[in-house]
């Protein structure tokens, strides 16, 4: 595989993952910190750190609405619930193993 063919598999892939977490609202930001380390957030931090190198301009919010499909607050209007006392305390037993993000 040349270099250009594993781009274009990493950006085809990327795109299934924003799909089906697109889909998957019934899965909270939480849940997906608590089991996977990361999350909506995560993923659109990553993808606002990257556009910045193509676009400078380019800013979280748009990142934001790319990975969620829709602005935050009406992610959060629609689709957020509140955390579990129990889900929190899981956040932070698990924080160590979350994923850094650099530049934020």
Known sequence: MTKE????AEAAAFRALVAHLQQ??????????????FCRNCLSKWYSAAAKIQDPDFDYAQAQHFVYGMSIDDWKRDHQTSASEEQMQRFEETK???AKISGY
């Open 24 to 37: 998957r609202t019934d899965v909270q930001n939480i849940d997906l910190m608590n089991l996977a380390g």
């Open 96 to 98: 160590p193993q979350h």
């Open 5 to 8: 063919q594993q781009t274009r």
